[in-house]
């Protein structure tokens, strides 16, 4: 069974960096699409950062330019560098993955993956 375990969650003064990662396990094969996504008390999960070999990386507007998703060479781990954080980026954070081709050719933003982390909570103070 597919496991996602995210960390590197925590608290940062707006401006501050963080880096989340999340690593996959029990599955051979790399997963054809990730993301990250988040959500704030009383709003919906949104899409913030994907990739996919085929499509390349996308980004939610209001993280371009701040955040960069990656992953390492074996795909297993997937990266979420945060720059310039703002209090509004305040949100627990999830990863996901997916193997289905046709899923992710519909863009990696899409909040339909099949597996889902636990989460790990960025707080931005101002």
């Known amino acids: 069974q597919v496991q996602l375990v995210e960390s590197g969650g925590g608290s940062v003064q707006a401006g501050g960096s963080l880096r989340l990662s999340c690593k996959v396990f029990g599955y051979t094969y790399s997963a054809t699409c990730m993301g990250w996504f988040r959500q704030a008390p009383g709003k919906e999960r949104e899409g913030v950062a994907g990739?996919?070999?085929?499509?390349?990386?996308s980004y939610t507007d209001s993280v371009k330019g701040r955040f960069t998703i990656s992953q390492d060479n074996a795909k297993i781990t997937l990266y979420l560098q945060m720059n310039s954080l703002k209090p509004e980026d305040t949100a627990m954070y999830y990863c996901?993955?997916?193997?289905?081709?046709?899923?992710?050719?519909?863009?990696?933003?899409?909040?339909?993956?099949?597996?889902w982390g636990q989460g790990t909570q960025v707080t931005v103070s101002s």
């Open positions: 996901a993955a997916d193997y289905r081709w046709r899923f992710c050719s519909d863009g990696t933003l899409l909040p339909g993956y099949r597996y």
């Open positions: 990739i996919d070999s085929n499509i390349g990386t």
